[in-house]
């Protein structure tokens, strides 16, 4: 018998999530990670490092509380949003009998946190405008046992924000039987169409967020649900006891205090300056056949031959994410907002080779 077959079967049959670290290429510009084009210094202090951090550091749940203005205890920080997705396809959904409903396209993550848990991902294909088809998923909710449904908003890759009715809509058909999440990694480019506000009238709604974005930390690794009391506390039995790193507490710390709160907030507003803009003459190209939503710091191009343009960019030094693959995404690149230098050099090569 192999290592291998030692190991449980379904990780044995298991493709890891794809991410951009480990497709790799090599590249002068990498615009594939959705990550911000530039890296932030913050200072260090040591001198406790010989004692294990806090489970939950409470100056840095504290200051993400002020941050979003809700209480403490409705909060939980872990090593990124992934993590926070593992969490609630562990603490809900019981292997071999629960499932998980998702709408791709969308992100990777949660089918494959479900995976890796033995369970079941069912999904549900949007409509033409990438909203949740209701009619389609409140029969899927009743055909399984589905314990948590996982929305994305700003979706990612689409960018679509899901419509506020729908989403109420949703919350009142799923209260007492399913857990809905909403996936927030992008709010802070799209800062009015956050639905935190739902969370004080809908006990079974929970909202991700992450430092790796706007914030420009996804080296850091550091990110949060926003919850219920109740859902906090179960989460909280299945972390592991020291998810954040004494440094990592440190530097989220500061990185949510007022100042750099606001210095987030510029570096937003010319992200979307530098994305509307890169739109706007893409869409004067003939190699670009469509465009999607923009609401985070990615673009979405649909293009004549998406594959070309692809593989040219990459020969050209530009590190994009190819959605060929995925369902209603044929011919689809995502491009993530890097600096203005970055997007111009882009266009050149772009108005170079269109056709
Ligand atoms: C929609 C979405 N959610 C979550 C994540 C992961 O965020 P984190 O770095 O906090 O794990 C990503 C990363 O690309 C994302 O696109």
Redo the contacts with the bound molecule.
């Keep these: 018998m192999s290592i291998t077959d030692l190991a449980c079967r379904r990780v044995q049959e298991l493709t890891p999530y794809q991410s951009a670290r480990r497709i790799g290429g090599v590249g002068r510009v990498y615009l594939n ?2 990550e911000s084009p530039e890296g932030i210094k913050f200072d260090l202090d040591s001198s406790s490092y010989n004692r294990y951090p806090e489970c939950q550091p409470p100056e840095l749940i504290q200051a993400y509380a002020d941050y979003i203005g809700v209480n403490p205890g409705h909060i939980l920080v872990a ?7 593992g969490l609630l396809c562990r603490t809900f959904c019981e292997p071999g009998k629960d499932s998980i409903l998702i709408c791709p396209p ?2 990777g ?1 949660y089918s494959i946190a479900a995976e890796t848990n033995g369970i079941a991902t069912i999904k549900v294909q949007p409509k033409d405008n990438f909203q949740p088809d209701l009619p389609a998923v409140f029969r899927s909710l009743k055909e399984n046992s589905v314990k948590v449904l996982f929305l ?1 908003s700003p ?2 890759p689409t960018g679509t924000i899901i419509e506020r009715d729908l989403l109420i809509e949703i919350l009142k058909e799923t209260a007492g039987k399913t857990l809905v999440v909403v ?1 927030e ?2 709010i802070e480019f799209s800062p009015n169409d956050s639905c935190t506000d739902l969370l004080n009238e809908y006990s079974h709604l929970v909202v ?1 967020r ?4 706007a914030f420009g930390l ?1 080296g850091l ?3 949060f649900a926003l919850a219920d009391p109740e859902i906090i506390g179960l989460l909280l039995k299945v972390i592991d006891p020291y998810p954040i790193c004494a440094p990592v507490a440190q530097v989220a710390t500061a990185a949510l205090d007022p100042e750099n709160i606001c210095v987030m907030q510029k570096r937003v507003d010319e992200l979307n300056r530098i994305r509307n803009s890169f739109l706007e003459r893409c869409k004067t190209l003939k190699c670009v056949t469509d465009s999607f939503d923009c609401n985070g710091n990615y673009v979405l191009l649909k293009f004549k031959d998406g594959e070309k343009l692809f593989e040219g960019a990459k020969k050209a030094g530009f590190i994009l994410r190819d959605f060929n693959d995925k369902p209603m995404l044929k011919n689809c690149v995502r491009i993530t907002v890097g600096s203005r230098a970055e997007m111009d050099d882009l266009f050149t090569f772009m108005k170079e080779h269109d056709e």
Excluded at 210 to 213: R, V
């Design positions: 990670a959705n090593r990124g949003s992934d993590e926070v997705i969308t992100y993550m994305c979706n990612n996936d990694a992008y991700t992450t430092l790796s974005k996804a690794r550091c990110g």
